[in-house]
C-alpha cells in the first residue's frame, strides 16, 4: 500500500527553479518506485506572470511545465486565491520558493498557519527584520507544518544542517567564520592569489561578470549586502538577536564616489579610475606576506557580527580557496582550536537546486 500523496507547489522556474524541477521529476521517480512507495502530485507551477494549476489536484508533468507556462491563457491569480487552491488540497502540501522575493516571504506565516509546509533558497525570508523570522517559526508551530532553507546560505552545501545539528546535540559554538559568497571568492582569488600577482581589482570584476559570476550589476555583490544577509541567518541560528543585515558592520567594496552611478555599466566604466585604493589594500597585506579576502564572522561570546575584507596568512584554509568556492569554518568547543570546516561550490542553479531538493526530502519524510 502507497503513503498518501503529498501535492507540491513550484514558485519561481528560473535557473534555480528549472533545475529544481529536473530533479524533483527524479525524486518522485524513485519515491513512486520504492517498496513502500510514496507519490508526489506537482498542482501548481507559478512564475512571473503565468502560472497553470492542477484543478482537480490529478498532478501535471513536470517535463512539460515549461511548454504549459509558454501556452498558458489562464488568468494570473493573486496570491489569495492560490493559497486557498493549495489549502483545500486533499492531503499534506508543500510550497517550494525559488525565488528572492520579499513580498513573497512575508505570506509564509499566513501559508505555514494553514499546515503547509515550505522549503526555499529565499535568504530575504530569513534574513529581513527579525519579527518577520519570529513570525515564520511561531506560524510553523502552530500549524503543524515545517520550514526548510538549507541554501539560502552556500547553496546546496550543508552549512545550516551542521550548525543546526552542533547545537542541538549540545556543542558550544563559539565563532563562525569564511567565505560566503561565490562571487567574492572568485573575485579575491583572481585579484590576489597565494604566490602570484593578480590583476587589476576593475579587470577581476569585469572578468568576473563576463563569466556570470556577478550578478547583472556588480555592485549588489560589492557592497556586501548578500553576505549580510547569509551571516545574519547563522547567527540567529546560533542564537543572537540580529534585527537585519544592517545592524552590524559591512564593508561595501563600491568606491563611494562611484555609489551614485545610475547604472551598472556606468559603474564599470568607472570602476577603473579607482583601482588604486585595492592596490594599497593589497600592497599592505603583501608587505605582511598575507592576502585579501572578502569574508564574514560571527562571534557569539561578544554578540558580534561583520562583514568585509581580511588579512590570512598564504596557509590559512580561506586563503587556500580556489575558484568560487565556499569556505564556512565553525569553531566550537568540542572541536577545539581546529574548526569543523564546510568547505565546496556554493552558488550555481544546480547545486542549490540541489539544497532545495534535500529539504524537500526532510520535509516529505517528516509528513510520511
Avoid at 499534506?92 to 533558497?121: E, M, R
Avoid at 566550537?332 to 539544497?355: C, D, F, H
Wanted: charged share 25%.
Amino acid at each position: 500500500m502507497s503513503n498518501p500523496p503529498i501535492f507540491l507547489a513550484i514558485i519561481g522556474l528560473g535557473g534555480v527553479g528549472q533545475a529544481f524541477l529536473e530533479q524533483y521529476e527524479q525524486l518522485r521517480q524513485r519515491l513512486a518506485s520504492q517498496p513502500n512507495p510514496t507519490n508526489l502530485a506537482l498542482i501548481l507551477a507559478r512564475r512571473s506572470k503565468t502560472q497553470v494549476l492542477s484543478e482537480r489536484y490529478g498532478g501535471l508533468d513536470a517535463t512539460k511545465i515549461m511548454q504549459m507556462l509558454d501556452e498558458s491563457k489562464k488568468p494570473y491569480l493573486p496570491f489569495d486565491a492560490i493559497l486557498e487552491f493549495l489549502q483545500n488540497a486533499p492531503g499534506k502540501v508543500v510550497l517550494v520558493d525559488n525565488t528572492s522575493d520579499l513580498d513573497l516571504a512575508k505570506n509564509y506565516p499566513a501559508v505555514l498557519s494553514k499546515g503547509i509546509s515550505v522549503v526555499t533558497p529565499n535568504k530575504k525570508a530569513f534574513s529581513d527584520d527579525i519579527k518577520l523570522w519570529d513570525s515564520i517559526f511561531e506560524a510553523a508551530a502552530k500549524g503543524g507544518s515545517h520550514v526548510f532553507h538549507e541554501s539560502t546560505v552556500g547553496a546546496g552545501l550543508p552549512v545550516i544542517s551542521t550548525l543546526t545539528e552542533l547545537i542541538e546535540t549540545g556543542d558550544e559554538v563559539v565563532r563562525i567564520e569564511g567565505v560566503f559568497s561565490g562571487t567574492m571568492s572568485f573575485l579575491f582569488n583572481s585579484f590576489m592569489p597565494v604566490g602570484a600577482e593578480g590583476g587589476k581589482f576593475s579587470a577581476e570584476v569585469k572578468k568576473a561578470k563576463d563569466l556570470g559570476y556577478t550578478e547583472p550589476d556588480p555592485r549588489d555583490d560589492l557592497n556586501g549586502l548578500d553576505v549580510a544577509r547569509k551571516l545574519t541567518i547563522l547567527a540567529r541560528i546560533a542564537g543572537l538577536k540580529v534585527e537585519s543585515p544592517t545592524a552590524f558592520p559591512v564593508q561595501s567594496l563600491i568606491p563611494q564616489a562611484l555609489e551614485s552611478c545610475s547604472s551598472g555599466d556606468e559603474f564599470m566604466q568607472k570602476l577603473p579610475e579607482h583601482d588604486d585604493e585595492m592596490e594599497k589594500l593589497k600592497s599592505d597585506a603583501i608587505k605582511k606576506r598575507k592576502v585579501l579576502r572578502f569574508v564574514g564572522s560571527i562571534d557569539v561570546k561578544s554578540n558580534s557580527v561583520k562583514v568585509g575584507l581580511e588579512q590570512f596568512d598564504a596557509s590559512h584554509p580561506i586563503a587556500a580557496l580556489k575558484g568560487s568556492d565556499n569556505i564556512i569554518n565553525f569553531y566550537t568547543k568540542r572541536y577545539g582550536a581546529n574548526p569543523l570546516i564546510v568547505q565546496g561550490a556554493g552558488a550555481g542553479g544546480e547545486v542549490t537546486a540541489m539544497g532545495v531538493t534535500g529539504d524537500l526530502i526532510k520535509v516529505i519524510r517528516l509528513l510520511r
